[in-house]
Structures are given as C-alpha cells and as structure tokens.
C-alpha cells in the first residue's frame, strides 16, 4: 500500500458530496475516521468527550478500537474499505474513484 493511494483515497472520501450517488454508511464514516486518525496520528490522544456530545464520543471510541494498529495498516484498511463501498455502488462516478486509487 502506497501512501499515495492513500492520499488519493483520502482526497475522494473528503470530497464525497452528501448528498451524492456514493453514501457511505454511518459506520463506514467512523470507519474511515478511525483509520485516518490512526494512520495520521497514532493510537488516540485525547480524553473521551463529555456526555451530552454524541458524535464526538462516536468518533472517539471508533479511534479507540483501533488503537495499537500501525500508521501502514490503518492505510491500508483505509483504502480497502473506500474501494468496497465504491464497488458496492458500482456506478460510473465509483468506477472513476477506483481507477483514480488503483493508478495512484
């Protein structure tokens, strides 16, 4: 896994319209906030957000269980997760996204 690809996969996910063909689910957003977080910063820094901050916590423990996976791992989950949800929505705009990563 390059860190180009990853970049790549970075840059699509974060411009993902949404209200676009292409949804990632709620899971596959912490999925990939999790393993961004991960790959950019390592294992989690900060304390658990307060109660009443919902997302926050979400995002927090989603970070939290990856925690101990390498900067290269959490890569590659990243980008192998960003092609099954393309895959899955199998339209032209996912082909293009695929090609984009693969070339990368």
Known sequence: MSQAKFDKAVQIVQALPKDGPIKPSQDDQLFFYAHYKQATIGDVNTTRPGMLDFVGKAKWDAWKKVE????????????????????????????????????A
């Open 68 to 103: 101990g996976l390498s900067k290269e791992e959490a890569q590659k989950k990243y980008v192998e997760k960003l092609l099954e949800v393309l895959n899955a929505a199998g339209n032209d705009e996912a082909k293009g996204y695929v090609q984009e990563i693969e070339s």
